[in-house]
């Protein structure tokens, strides 16, 4: 009885050995395990066995076959099945670098990108964004800021005037609309409907008559700075446009205030920045706010001082990523675009 | 304004700064800059060649072979007989000329060797005034005075010294460093240096018209304060002092005549304009100073006639014949000629903003001009006076002074001195310094203000300091620009630098993180970003059917751009074109800007608008990224197709209306103007009033429990006459299904068939589920009916 066991077992062993497919080995799993098998032949002889301790053993060695046989199967289905895997993924190999598409992101203008990294940085220094409209008054973008009719230094703006072409839209003196020439009305702005403290940066776009060349475009991009608060001195002025300069270009650069003149700012500077090269490069205008333009905006200049600043935002593009040309920056050509 | 420095170093006690031994014009540069005068350039000239030394020529000789050059012996002082090649033929025997001696390095590079032709040797080589750097003559050699010593350096028997020029980009607020004077007196302050400004032994004769020799009228008292002629007598026309003719030439002055160059270098000096008339062709012996008139003519100094008008002011001679435009530029007929022998002289103070005015609209635009366009001290003219006539009487030494002078002044001669105060306190507290009284007194007096103690410091305060402001400084009006001239001295770079810690929250507002946020979304889908010029073309704006009112540039650049944009579209479509004919289709834009129709307020309405450009696409492209760009923002808006937007497909377009307005556009270009446009492609597009939907933030979603319970979809399918737009019928579908719905799907638009024509099939997929439950038959069927009725009254039939 156990040799019969014993080539049962062994057969069934011999015969999974010998499967190649899985439907192979689902049949002959069938066979090997249904009624009719040798072994189930086996086990319903047991009951012919009178001696109790000789029925147990050949029952253990009858359970001890069946379950060998239960796990080769068992083994044979894995073995099989993880070919089969095997052989599907290898034929399922793909070359991932047959680009077929090209990227689709689409890309922000070079200027938006500054704009957004100036104005991240002034946010983190605790300012807040302010804006301001296009098309300006004579008022706002001359006269509150220390420029009256026939200042000389209106002269250097070469500014942009308009009206309604249809005469039914115009109102006021004819002259007195123009295309901000720079940012600064919206200090003015900024002065009139908020109370201080003040801790505004306004980016924004300008206008200027200039012929469009290399480093001149008619329509530009500036961003002002404008604090006013009690105590505020030169010295935090020096200091914003340090930590700036720091913030902005890295920690290698430094920067200087050097004295010049801007009708709405007393004492006023330029500021230059100072690379790790070591060479200076003169980046905007600022100083602190000149009491009649504090006076154009309601503000007390006794009770309150403060500071002001402004430089290119487009220059900004154009020396991270050395851009030869401004006029490049806005033929909309998506050569260009794409390149950032 | 450019400076020489040997002139600019006469006026200071340079010497005593010690440290200006090395470097020293690097050094001047530096200070200059860090007062506010800034050096744009530092321009090296006078430089000589060494080795380059004057010789004689003894005799010149041809060469059978050589036609070109010629053999040239001349003595370079040492007696001995040197032979050069030379390639120019004109010098005569007893030139002297510039001899290159063997082993000079030339500015070019070019190193004089023992060179032969035709076996001779050449011994040197003599040299044009371009090679040695003397200008641009290159024409033949430099000849110089028969009279020069031999054998000495060219420099020197030129009297040729090198020099640096100091290019200075002057601020509008400083016109006294138009003048030599007023910069050395920046630079000895700063430098602490004794200052030393030109002084005179003379006094100025009194003002007494009677007896002056010229008369003076003053017609125009607002425009000309101060009007000062004298008759100097006992002159003789020649050549300006040699000092004074290689200054003045050094610093880019072509020196004229004695009289002239006095002029010229009195205004340089001081920042005083003057001129100087012959007495003998100044009509009636007399000035009148008066508004010009409509149409008057006059022939100026640089032989252009020009056609004057009110706007601008004329000095006139007694008989009102005008004799030149006042500030800007004298006439041609009473110039200082060779026969000259008596002037009347001018020394005047206008106004600035009106000399600006006239010389602008003149487009004339003289050294006096542009001195007395910033302002003139109205009281430097006394010592410029006497200047002018030391200076003249070096070269004419019978020269004659009148013994009165005419001297007019008018109400608007501003006062030889004004008055500041200067409150110690508000200097620290506007600069972040900690400056005394002294220091701050110590930092003004150098510079001209002249300080008394108004207020002694106390305990509790710096006190108060009286400043004078002087007749040069007509910038400083108010105690700010005292403090500026304080900050100045002192030196913008000893102030500490503190960052002020801002009490306010440092954010975006909401309109500008939904822009952002916005842009992200656009850039996500694939849409690049432009910025075309907001400046347009009229025919621009018709071409792409744009109507709203214009604004239009009084003063355009060029009439292509001379209107403002009233929407983004016609950029964009440029921007498209530009790119197709680069060979790049399909190209995906947006831009975000503002538009600018004219309003009936006082400015224009001026809106930010967003518009997409889909080049290569058609109006289900601009719905679909309607849809995200709606989602993305949490907005909504009904397409209205019954009133297509101008300048677009008539029958593929919409108006986007929240409520009853109208926020944006959507669809596809018009063919017509795509075509004149000159874009090959279909466009399709999305307008946006950002104004419209930025500022206000939908509230934040509020949560609901997704459902655990199955759900069922109902798949029906209706036929819609074509007026009936889909979003009706989606509407009623919502309403049908009730608080039951989760999605309803459009996933099948089906034409022709057995459809009737005018009519089209579209098939939905709604998937129903309740929250808390198992839908049961029952409930299935009874929505589907609900939904049927609702799209029958949309009028929406159930396809069968």
Same mark, same amino acid.
């Given at each position: 009885?156990?040799?019969?066991?014993?080539?049962?077992?062994?057969?069934?062993?011999?015969s999974l050995?010998?499967?190649?497919?899985?439907?192979?080995?689902?049949?002959?799993a069938?066979d090997l395990?249904?009624k009719k098998s040798?072994?189930?032949?086996?086990k319903a002889?047991?009951?012919a066995?009178?001696?109790a301790e000789?029925?147990?053993q050949i029952? #253990?060695a009858?359970?001890? !076959? %069946?379950? *060998?046989i239960?796990? =080769?199967i $068992?083994?044979?289905? #894995?073995e099989?099945?993880? !070919? %089969?895997? *095997?052989?599907?993924? =290898?034929? $399922?190999?793909?070359?991932?670098?047959?680009?077929?598409?090209?990227?689709?992101?689409?890309? =922000?203008?070079v200027?938006t990108?500054?704009?957004?990294?100036?104005?991240d940085?002034?946010?983190?220094?605790?300012?807040?964004?302010a804006?301001?409209?296009?098309?300006?008054t004579d008022?706002?973008n001359?006269e509150?800021?220390n420029?009256?009719?026939?200042?000389?230094a209106?002269g250097?703006?070469d500014?942009?005037?308009?009206?309604a072409?249809?005469?039914q839209y115009?109102?006021g003196?004819?002259?007195?609309?123009l295309?901000?020439t720079?940012?600064?009305p919206?200090q003015?702005?900024?002065?009139?409907?908020?109370?201080p403290?003040?801790?505004?940066?306004?980016?924004?776009r300008?206008?200027?008559?200039?012929?469009p060349?290399?480093?001149?475009?008619p329509?530009f991009?500036?961003?002002?700075?404008l604090?006013i608060d009690?105590?505020?001195?030169?010295?935090?002025?020096?200091?914003t446009?340090?930590?700036f300069?720091?913030?902005?270009?890295?920690?290698?650069?430094?920067s200087r205030?050097?004295?010049?003149?801007?009708?709405f700012?007393?004492p006023?500077?330029e500021?230059?920045i100072?690379?790790?090269?070591g060479?200076?490069?003169?980046?905007?205008?600022?100083?602190?706010?000149?009491?009649?333009?504090?006076?154009?905006?309601?503000?007390?200049?006794?009770?309150w001082?403060?500071?002001?600043f402004?430089?290119g935002?487009d220059r900004?593009?154009v020396?991270?990523?050395?851009?030869?040309?401004l006029?490049?920056?806005?033929t909309n050509?998506?050569?260009?675009?794409?390149?950032? | 304004?450019?400076?020489?420095?040997s002139w600019l170093?006469?006026?200071?006690?340079?010497?005593a700064?010690?440290?200006?031994?090395t470097?020293?014009?690097?050094?001047?540069?530096?200070?200059?800059?860090?007062?506010g005068?800034?050096?744009?350039e530092?321009?090296?000239?006078?430089?000589?060649?060494?080795g380059v030394?004057?010789a004689?020529v003894?005799?010149t000789?041809?060469?059978?072979?050589?036609?070109?050059?010629?053999?040239?012996?001349v003595?370079?002082?040492?007696?001995?007989?040197?032979?050069?090649w030379?390639?120019?033929f004109n010098?005569?025997?007893?030139?002297v000329?510039?001899?290159?001696?063997?082993g000079?390095?030339?500015?070019?590079?070019?190193?004089?060797?023992?060179?032969?032709?035709?076996?001779?040797?050449?011994?040197?080589?003599?040299?044009?005034a371009?090679e040695?750097g003397l200008?641009?003559d290159h024409?033949?050699?430099?000849?110089l005075d028969?009279?020069t010593p031999?054998?000495?350096p060219?420099?020197?028997?030129?009297?040729?010294?090198?020099?640096?020029?100091f290019d200075l980009?002057?601020?509008r607020?400083?016109?006294?460093?138009?003048?030599?004077?007023?910069?050395?007196?920046?630079?000895a302050?700063?430098?602490?240096?004794?200052?030393?400004?030109?002084g005179?032994?003379?006094?100025?004769?009194a003002?007494?018209?009677a007896?002056a020799?010229?008369?003076?009228?003053?017609r125009?008292?607002e425009r000309c304060?101060r009007f000062?002629?004298?008759?100097?007598?006992?002159?003789t026309?020649g050549?300006?002092?040699?000092w004074m003719?290689?200054?003045?030439?050094a610093?880019g002055m072509?020196p004229?005549?004695n009289?002239?160059?006095?002029?010229?270098?009195?205004?340089l000096?001081?920042?005083?304009?003057?001129?100087a008339?012959d007495?003998h062709?100044?009509g009636?012996?007399?000035?009148?100073i008066r508004?010009?008139?409509?149409g008057?003519?006059l022939?100026?100094?640089?032989?252009?006639?020009?056609s004057?008008?009110?706007?601008?002011?004329l000095?006139?001679d007694?008989?009102?014949?005008?004799?030149g435009?006042?500030?800007i530029?004298?006439?041609?007929d009473s110039?200082?000629s060779d026969?000259t022998?008596?002037?009347?002289?001018e020394?005047?103070?206008f106004?600035?903003?009106?000399?600006l005015?006239?010389?602008?609209r003149?487009?004339?635009r003289?050294?006096?001009?542009?001195?007395?366009?910033?302002?003139?001290d109205?009281?430097?003219?006394d010592?410029?006076?006497n200047r002018?006539?030391d200076l003249?009487?070096?070269?004419c030494?019978?020269?004659?002074v009148?013994?009165?002078?005419?001297?007019?002044?008018?109400?608007?001669?501003?006062?030889?001195q004004?008055?500041?105060?200067?409150?110690?306190d508000?200097?620290?507290?506007l600069?972040?310094?900690?400056l005394?009284?002294?220091?701050?007194?110590?930092?003004?007096?150098p510079?001209?203000f002249?300080?008394?103690?108004?207020?002694?410091?106390?305990?509790?305060t710096?006190?108060?300091l009286?400043?004078?402001?002087?007749?040069?400084?007509?910038?400083?009006?108010?105690e700010?620009?005292l403090?500026?001239?304080?900050?100045r001295?002192?030196?913008y770079?000893?102030?500490e630098?503190?960052?002020?810690?801002?009490p306010?929250?440092?954010?975006?507002s909401?309109?500008?993180?939904r822009?952002?946020?916005l842009r992200?979304?656009?850039l996500?889908l694939?849409?690049?970003?432009?910025m075309?010029?907001?400046?347009?073309?009229p025919e621009?704006?018709?071409a792409?059917?744009?109507?709203?009112p214009?604004?239009?540039?009084t003063?355009?650049?060029v009439?292509?751009?001379?209107?403002?944009?009233?929407?983004?579209?016609p950029?964009?479509l440029?921007?498209?074109?530009?790119?197709?004919?680069?060979?790049?289709?399909?190209v995906?834009?947006?831009e975000?800007?503002h538009?600018y129709p004219a309003?009936?307020?006082?400015?224009p309405?001026?809106?930010?608008?967003?518009?997409?450009?889909?080049a290569?696409?058609?109006?289900?492209a601009?719905?679909?990224?309607?849809?995200?760009?709606?989602?993305?923002?949490?907005?909504?808006?009904?397409?209205?197709q019954d009133?297509?937007?101008?300048?677009?497909h008539?029958t593929?377009?919409?108006?986007?209306?929240a409520?009853?307005?109208r926020i944006?556009?959507?669809?596809?270009?018009d063919?017509?103007v795509?075509?004149?446009?000159?874009?090959?492609?279909?466009?399709?597009?999305?307008?946006?009033?950002?104004?419209?939907?930025?500022?206000t933030?939908?509230?934040?979603?509020?949560?609901?429990a997704v459902?655990?319970a199955?759900?069922s979809d109902?798949d029906?399918?209706?036929?819609?006459?074509e007026e009936?737009?889909?979003?009706?019928?989606d509407?009623?579908?919502?309403?049908g299904?009730?608080?039951?719905?989760?999605?309803?799907?459009?996933?099948?638009?089906?034409?022709?068939g057995?459809?009737?024509?005018?009519?089209?099939s579209?098939?939905?997929r709604?998937?129903l589920?309740a929250p808390?439950?198992?839908?049961?038959?029952?409930?299935?069927?009874e929505?589907?009916?609900a939904i049927?009725a609702?799209?029958?009254?949309?009028?929406?039939v159930l396809r069968?």
């Amino acid at each position: 009885m156990i040799n019969d066991i014993n080539s049962a077992q062994v057969a069934a062993i011999d015969s999974l050995a010998a499967a190649s497919t899985l439907d192979e080995v689902n049949r002959l799993a069938a066979d090997l395990t249904s009624k009719k098998s040798p072994i189930s032949q086996l086990k319903a002889g047991l009951g012919a066995i009178t001696d109790a301790e000789e029925r147990k053993q050949i029952g #253990q060695a009858i359970n001890a !076959a %069946v379950g *060998q046989i239960a796990t =080769a199967i $068992e083994t044979k289905r #894995q073995e099989l099945g993880d !070919a %089969v895997r *095997q052989a599907k993924v =290898a034929a $399922e190999r793909l070359d991932l670098t047959e680009f077929l598409t090209e990227p689709t992101r689409g890309h =922000a203008h070079v200027v938006t990108q500054a704009w957004e990294r100036l104005e991240d940085v002034f946010i983190g220094m605790g300012y807040q964004v302010a804006e301001g409209p296009e098309v300006e008054t004579d008022w706002h973008n001359f006269e509150a800021l220390n420029m009256g009719e026939g200042h000389p230094a209106r002269g250097e703006f070469d500014t942009l005037f308009v009206e309604a072409v249809d005469e039914q839209y115009r109102s006021g003196d004819p002259g007195r609309l123009l295309l901000r020439t720079h940012t600064s009305p919206v200090q003015i702005r900024t002065m009139l409907t908020n109370e201080p403290p003040i801790y505004v940066v306004a980016p924004g776009r300008v206008f200027r008559r200039d012929t469009p060349d290399a480093t001149h475009m008619p329509v530009f991009h500036q961003i002002e700075g404008l604090v006013i608060d009690e105590g505020i001195t030169m010295a935090h002025l020096a200091g914003t446009i340090e930590a700036f300069t720091k913030a902005f270009f890295g920690e290698g650069f430094t920067s200087r205030l050097r004295p010049s003149y801007f009708p709405f700012t007393e004492p006023s500077a330029e500021f230059d920045i100072q690379l790790p090269s070591g060479d200076w490069l003169e980046l905007g205008g600022c100083g602190m706010v000149h009491p009649n333009v504090l006076r154009a905006g309601g503000i007390d200049p006794e009770r309150w001082s403060g500071f002001a600043f402004g430089f290119g935002i487009d220059r900004m593009a154009v020396m991270r990523h050395g851009i030869a040309d401004l006029r490049e920056m806005y033929t909309n050509d998506l050569r260009f675009i794409e390149q950032f | 304004m450019k400076l020489l420095q040997s002139w600019l170093a006469e006026y200071l006690d340079l010497p005593a700064a010690g440290f200006l031994e090395t470097d020293i014009s690097e050094q001047i540069a530096e200070q200059l800059t860090s007062l506010g005068l800034a050096v744009e350039e530092m321009i090296g000239v006078g430089h000589t060649v060494d080795g380059v030394i004057t010789a004689k020529v003894l005799r010149t000789e041809s060469h059978v072979d050589a036609a070109k050059v010629h053999r040239v012996y001349v003595d370079a002082g040492d007696g001995v007989e040197r032979h050069v090649w030379c390639g120019a033929f004109n010098m005569s025997v007893g030139d002297v000329v510039p001899l290159a001696t063997l082993g000079t390095e030339m500015p070019d590079g070019r190193r004089i060797e023992r060179r032969g032709i035709l076996g001779i040797d050449s011994e040197g080589m003599l040299c044009s005034a371009s090679e040695l750097g003397l200008g641009a003559d290159h024409s033949g050699i430099m000849l110089l005075d028969p009279s020069t010593p031999l054998g000495v350096p060219y420099g020197e028997a030129l009297g040729v010294r090198p020099d640096v020029i100091f290019d200075l980009d002057l601020t509008r607020n400083r016109p006294d460093c138009w003048g030599y004077v007023g910069v050395a007196r920046d630079l000895a302050a700063r430098l602490g240096v004794e200052f030393r400004p030109p002084g005179t032994a003379r006094a100025l004769p009194a003002s007494d018209p009677a007896r002056a020799g010229v008369s003076v009228e003053i017609r125009d008292p607002e425009r000309c304060g101060r009007f000062l002629a004298i008759v100097i007598s006992g002159i003789t026309v020649g050549p300006s002092a040699p000092w004074m003719a290689q200054r003045l030439t050094a610093a880019g002055m072509r020196p004229i005549n004695n009289v002239v160059d006095v002029s010229n270098y009195v205004m340089l000096e001081l920042n005083q304009p003057n001129h100087a008339y012959d007495l003998h062709h100044l009509g009636g012996s007399g000035f009148i100073i008066r508004t010009a008139a409509e149409g008057e003519r006059l022939t100026t100094l640089d032989g252009v006639e020009r056609s004057v008008t009110p706007a601008d002011l004329l000095i006139c001679d007694a008989t009102n014949t005008p004799v030149g435009i006042a500030g800007i530029m004298g006439g041609l007929d009473s110039e200082i000629s060779d026969s000259t022998t008596s002037i009347a002289l001018e020394m005047a103070w206008f106004q600035a903003g009106p000399i600006l005015a006239s010389a602008t609209r003149l487009g004339l635009r003289s050294e006096a001009s542009a001195r007395f366009e910033r302002g003139v001290d109205p009281w430097g003219i006394d010592l410029a006076v006497n200047r002018f006539i030391d200076l003249l009487a070096e070269t004419c030494p019978g020269l004659e002074v009148q013994s009165a002078v005419s001297d007019i002044h008018t109400a608007e001669l501003p006062a030889a001195q004004r008055e500041v105060s200067v409150r110690i306190d508000r200097v620290n507290g506007l600069l972040g310094t900690a400056l005394d009284m002294d220091m701050v007194r110590s930092l003004l007096v150098p510079i001209g203000f002249a300080c008394q103690i108004e207020t002694a410091p106390s305990d509790d305060t710096g006190g108060v300091l009286a400043a004078k402001v002087p007749s040069w400084r007509p910038d400083c009006e108010g105690e700010v620009d005292l403090i500026e001239e304080v900050a100045r001295h002192y030196g913008y770079h000893r102030i500490e630098k503190a960052v002020p810690l801002s009490p306010v929250h440092g954010h975006l507002s909401v309109a500008q993180t939904r822009r952002r946020h916005l842009r992200q979304v656009l850039l996500g889908l694939g849409i690049s970003e432009a910025m075309p010029n907001p400046f347009l073309g009229p025919e621009t704006a018709a071409a792409a059917g744009v109507t709203l009112p214009m604004m239009r540039i009084t003063n355009p650049l060029v009439s292509d751009e001379s209107v403002l944009r009233t929407s983004l579209r016609p950029g964009l479509l440029r921007a498209i074109a530009f790119n197709e004919s680069h060979r790049r289709d399909g190209v995906h834009l947006y831009e975000i800007g503002h538009v600018y129709p004219a309003g009936t307020s006082e400015l224009p309405d001026e809106a930010e608008m967003l518009c997409v450009v889909l080049a290569g696409s058609q109006a289900p492209a601009a719905v679909a990224l309607w849809r995200e760009v709606a989602a993305a923002l949490g907005i909504g808006a009904r397409l209205d197709q019954d009133n297509p937007p101008s300048g677009m497909h008539r029958t593929r377009s919409a108006s986007l209306l929240a409520g009853k307005s109208r926020i944006g556009a959507i669809g596809e270009i018009d063919p017509a103007v795509t075509e004149a446009f000159d874009i090959s492609e279909r466009v399709a597009i999305l307008e946006l009033d950002l104004s419209a939907v930025l500022e206000t933030a939908p509230a934040p979603a509020k949560w609901s429990a997704v459902s655990r319970a199955p759900s069922s979809d109902l798949d029906l399918a209706f036929v819609v006459a074509e007026e009936v737009p889909a979003q009706r019928i989606d509407r009623a579908i919502r309403q049908g299904a009730g608080s039951m719905v989760v999605s309803v799907s459009l996933f099948d638009v089906f034409r022709g068939g057995s459809l009737e024509n005018g009519t089209r099939s579209l098939a939905y997929r709604v998937r129903l589920q309740a929250p808390d439950r198992t839908l049961t038959e029952a409930d299935i069927s009874e929505r589907r009916a609900a939904i049927i009725a609702a799209v029958a009254k949309a009028g929406g039939v159930l396809r069968s």
